[in-house]
């Protein structure tokens, strides 16, 4: 039985306690503590610099909190990086690619970092590129696709492996309302099997797709609530709430 298999409806998947990170005299990020459950798509808001950059890449092992702890999936973030690294699939805001390559090319690349090899690559591929619909352009080069292509491609690798866990940074920057929606529907396809995070900083975005909301300002969780409740507490606007928690206006 697979990873994903395991995780039942309402189960656990991000457990976060009190996690601190400093650099120097800057905390960046300040006894935070949240849960997300399997079904969660999980809005993280807040001002630039706020610190959410800083507490995904806690949650993906890239950078070691200074203290607090955070489990994936059941795994421990500092004693079991690898099982982390297997549950959850991460996409960066500027994915990185290398241009020559195919989207094909480059899907067997992470196939082998990811130890999805012999006989399993080809058909996992295979499956991620239809989930993504990326099928008509998987023999280009990538740097002639376009940006919604190139961010379904981001999604694509990061589903290999079928990992129970999703962490997107700002998947949407940088697409048109075209693109955006494609992206949506693909998040919305997904949902139901899976928990996600997604940082954005397009409150529309947070209304649109999340059922869940958390904002963090100077480091600090100072809401976790829904964007109705939300966009409830701003007198119907998400801005204005957004606004008020953050700088008092």
């Known amino acids: ?15 976060v306690k009190n996690l601190r990170k400093t650099y120097g005299a800057i905390v ?9 459950k399997k079904g969660d798509i999980v809005g993280f808001i ?22 607090g702890t955070a489990t994936v999936a059941g795994f421990d973030t500092r004693t079991q990086p690898v099982e982390v ?30 130890g999805i090899n012999g006989s399993r690559y080809k058909p996992e591929i295979d499956r991620v590129a239809a989930i993504s619909s990326l ?21 694509a690798q990061s589903l290999l492996g079928d990992p129970p866990i999703l962490i997107l940074d700002e998947p949407m920057s940088g697409l048109d309302p075209n693109q955006k929606q494609e992206i949506i529907e693909l998040i919305r396809f997904m949902a139901a099997d899976k928990c996600f995070i997604i940082s954005t900083h397009v409150m529309e975005e947070l209304e649109t797709i999340c059922n869940r909301a958390i904002l963090i300002s100077k480091g600090k ?15 119907g606007k998400i801005d204005a709430f957004f606004r008020k928690v953050t700088n008092g206006t």
Request: glycine content about 8%.
């Open 1 to 15: 039985m697979n990873l994903r298999a395991q995780l039942q409806p309402d189960k656990i998947m991000i457990n």
């Open 28 to 36: 960046a990020v300040d006894d935070v503590s949240f849960e997300a």
């Open 46 to 67: 807040g001002p630039n610099g706020a610190g959410k950059t800083t507490t995904l890449r806690m949650l993906s092992c890239f950078i070691e909190p200074d203290s």
């Open 85 to 114: 690294r297997r549950a959850l699939g991460y996409v960066s805001e500027k994915c990185p690619f290398y241009g020559e390559m195919t989207p094909r090319w480059f899907l067997q690349f992470v196939c082998n970092v990811r």
């Open 135 to 155: 099928q008509s352009v998987m023999d280009r080069r990538i740097e002639t696709l376009s940006k919604g292509f190139q961010r379904r491609l981001g999604l």
């Open 221 to 235: 969780v100072v809401a976790d609530s829904t964007p109705q409740d939300f966009k409830e507490k701003g007198q």
